[in-house]
């Protein structure tokens, strides 16, 4: 607890942007700023954690207050509306768009720091932006054209392959709303371990490794490199 207090503290007192909104993560050891260019993934990531917080250890003012300001800082400044509502990678400390990429983690972690918020405070807005963001990086993922015209970061006919911090990450952002919004969730997670199970990131769902249609796996593996993925989504009682 007192570890993650400092922690807490820290970022409060050095990280967040009192003029602008959002925050910096550009800090040394001491909290001093040594860029002042925003990490778009990281408005959403920092957005996420003080909701997180509140939904864990109870609301507080001003992990909330800090909450709503990456998250309103993203909704303002970090979303390119001439390419369809793809997010920027970086900006200014002011909002300007710095960089664009062809990777869509900003809008999986804005839809995470979304339904987080919605989860904490119930304000439907954000909600439905997490919807929207959450069914974008699927999309976009899933033979979308890229509103961006970047285009795939190789060429598949020289050499095929397929990244699995694409499906990680979706499992991350799923986990926070299968809890907020479990209405919407547990047909993207099947498709999610489908996709998994297709690369050949697991065994195929047998007796000894997927056991029901609840998708428990079985022992963890020791294996150095593989991940145990923990995501459980339960039919509520009526």
């Given at each position: ?26 800090l040394?050891?001491?909290g001093?700023?040594?860029s002042?260019?925003k ?12 909701a997180?917080?509140?939904?864990v ?28 509502g793809?997010?920027?990678f970086?900006?200014?400390a ?9 990777y ?9 720091a ?5 989860g ?17 990086y ?50 993207m997670?099947?498709?999610i ?25 079985g ?17 509520e009682?009526?």
């Open positions: 607890q007192s570890e993650l207090k400092k922690s807490i503290d820290f970022w409060l007192k050095n990280g967040m942007d009192e003029v602008n909104g959002g925050v910096y993560t550009c040394d050891r001491r001093e700023i040594y002042t260019d990490s778009v993934w990281m408005q959403g990531r920092c957005g996420w954690i003080f997180y917080l509140c939904h250890y109870g609301v507080r003012e001003e992990w909330l207050r800090a909450s709503k300001s990456c998250i309103d800082f993203m909704e303002e400044h970090c979303i390119n509306h001439a390419a369809g793809r997010m920027y970086t900006v200014t002011e909002g300007a768009p710095l960089r664009q990429r062809r869509c983690f900003s809008e999986a972690f804005y839809a995470m979304n339904a987080e918020y919605y904490v405070t119930g304000e439907r807005e954000n909600l439905e932006r997490a919807r929207r963001a959450y069914d974008l699927w999309d976009l993922n899933h033979g979308m054209p890229d509103p961006t015209g970047l285009g795939p970061k190789t060429e598949p006919e020289t050499r095929t392959g397929r990244a699995f911090g694409i499906p990680m990450i979706y499992l991350n952002v799923t986990a926070v709303m299968q809890r907020v919004d479990p209405e919407n969730a547990a047909p997670v099947k498709a371990l489908d996709a998994l199970t297709d690369t050949g990131f697991w065994p195929d769902d047998d007796s000894k490794h997927i056991i029901g249609p609840d998708y428990r796996g022992e963890p593996s020791i294996r150095k490199g593989w991940y145990r993925i923990t995501i459980r989504i339960e039919e009682e009526h």
